[in-house]
C-alpha cells in the first residue's frame, strides 16, 4: 500500500484559484448561519433569560463581551498558525489567510475592551484597572494594530509577509497570559465562568452565550473568506485564471 504524500495534499489546498473558488461558495452560508444563530442567541439572552442574581441585569453585556474576547484570542491563535505554515512551507495563501484574519480580529479585541469597561464601571465603580487580564488584552489588540500597520508599511509583499508572520509568532505568547492571568495574579476580573464538563450558568443563558459565541465564530469566518478573495485578486491580478473567472462573471 503506498503511503501517502501529505505535501502533494497541502500543496493542492494551497492552491489561490482553489481558495478563491471555496472561499466563494462558504461567504454567503457562513452569514446566513451567523444571523440564524445570533437571532435567537440574542433573543434569549436580552429578552427571555431573567436577571442576575448579584449582577443584575447589567450581566446581560456578557453576551458581547465574552464572544468578543474569545474570539479575539482565538483569531490571533489562527493567524499564527497559518504564518508558522506560510513560512514553513512557503505557501502564500497561508499568509493572506493570516492577513484576511487580522481587522476581524483587531475589531473584535477592541469590542471586549470597550464592552468590559461598560461591564466594570457599574461593577467596580471603574472603567479601567491596570490588571493583569485587562492589561494584556490590551496589548493583545497592540498586536493587532502592529500587525495591520506592518502589512501595508512594505511595498514588497513577500516582505510583510514575512515580518506579519514573525509579529504573529512572537505575539501568541501573550494568549496564555491573558488565559491564565485570573489564575496567576490576583486580579478584579472574575475567573473563568465556563470551564470544561461545567459551568456555572444556569441552562438559558449558558444556551444564550454559545449561540452568540457560535455567531461570532461563523461572521469571523465569512468576512476572513471575503477578505481573502480580495486578497487573491490583488495577489492574482494578472492571472489567467483570473481573466477566465471574470470573463465567466461578465458573460
Known sequence: ????????????????????????????????????????????????????????????????????????????????????????????????????????GAWFAALSLVTGAFWGQPMWGTWWVWDARLTSSLLLLFLYLGYLMLQHAHEDPQRADRSCALLALLGVVNLPVIYFSVRWWNTLHQGATIAPGKSLMAAPMLAALLLMCAAAWCYTAATAFQRVRLLIEEREAHSRWLDRLQEQDHA
Open 1 to 104: 500500500m503506498k503511503q501517502l504524500n501529505w505535501q502533494k495534499y497541502v500543496f493542492w489546498f494551497a492552491s489561490p484559484w482553489r481558495l478563491h473558488a471555496l472561499a466563494g461558495r462558504l461567504v454567503a452560508p457562513l452569514l446566513w448561519l451567523a444571523l440564524l444563530l445570533a437571532l435567537p442567541g440574542a433573543w434569549l439572552g436580552f429578552v427571555s433569560t431573567p436577571a442576575d442574581a448579584v449582577q443584575g441585569e447589567g450581566y446581560r453585556i456578557i453576551y458581547l463581551h465574552v464572544p468578543a474576547s474569545w474570539i479575539a484570542m482565538f483569531v490571533y491563535a489562527l493567524m499564527a498558525c497559518w504564518s508558522a505554515l506560510g513560512l514553513v512551507l512557503r505557501t502564500r495563501v497561508s499568509f493572506m489567510m493570516s492577513h484576511a484574519l487580522a481587522p476581524t
